[in-house]
């Protein structure tokens, strides 16, 4: 049987391990999904020692970006990135390869693509981690200009909450939450942008998806604001995962 997990902490209210293990079910694949729940991304060399039927794994918070030394290459978008949420596993000759990707980007640009219209051009996106970068990235293959925002400024490319003006505001009509904030249980957080200066011009994008519709998401319908959850870019990278380590 062959194996396949996922390496992140927490894990308990992960989507791919049920994702995964009812598609083998249903397409009768010798296959099993688990987690490997890890306090330290060091523990992957053990998983994948004590564990030889391991074809591939995908990688969650906080460890796309650690991963990186731990494989030996890395696909372009995801060397480009800076971030990795699948690993394929080649053992040959008892020689184990790791291949990292980011099917987070592709995964993302699909979901998002066909919202895109002629006056979305520039996009706030709110967060500097592994999916902030696969999402910067994303816009930016889809033609559109990018900046992030964060709560400390770390360079004069990041905007603090507090400069987003109603001229910024006015110009970046897709805004983009890659951050955990208003995730479930803490459903009553969401991201402090001033959610009065939204029109019906903008779109905003929550890559959460539990619950279905985030404060952030509701913020914004208040102002006609066309909002969309993570859903369907979670399906969407986990299907381009298959494909990666199946190909």
């Known amino acids: 049987m062959d194996l396949y997990g996922l390496i992140g902490f927490p894990l308990e209210h992960s989507f791919s391990k049920d994702y995964f293990n009812a598609k083998f079910a249903s397409e009768k694949i010798d296959a099993e999904y688990i987690n490997f729940e890890i306090t330290a991304i060091t523990e992957l060399k053990s998983i994948i020692r004590d564990n030889p039927q391991l074809k591939g794994l995908n990688v969650t918070i906080p460890y796309k970006e650690q991963v990186i030394p731990y494989l030996n290459r890395l696909s ?20 184990v390869k790791l291949s990292g990707f980011n099917s987070d980007i592709i995964g993302f640009k699909q979901s998002i693509e066909p919202l895109l219209k002629p006056h979305h051009q520039r996009a706030l996106i709110l967060g500097t981690g592994g999916s902030a970068k696969a999402v910067s990235l994303g816009l930016q293959q889809l033609g559109r200009e990018t900046t992030y925002v964060s709560r400390r400024k770390s360079s004069e490319q990041i905007l603090t909450y507090s400069e987003l003006s109603p001229k910024v ?39 959460l998806y539990n619950p279905d519709v985030t404060l952030f998401m509701k913020e914004g319908k208040k102002y006609g604001t066309f909002v969309k959850n993570g859903l369907e870019m979670l399906l969407l990278q986990a299907f381009e995962g298959w494909n990666i380590w199946t190909k």
């Open 169 to 207: 505001m006015a110009d970046h009509t897709i805004i983009v939450n890659c951050t955990p904030v208003g995730m479930w249980p803490n459903v009553d957080d969401y991201p402090v942008i001033p959610y009065s200066l939204l029109t019906d011009k903008h779109l905003l994008y929550d890559l």
């Open 76 to 95: 372009d978008n995801a060397r480009s990135i800076g971030a990795v949420n699948v690993i394929k596993i080649d053992r040959e000759k008892k020689k």
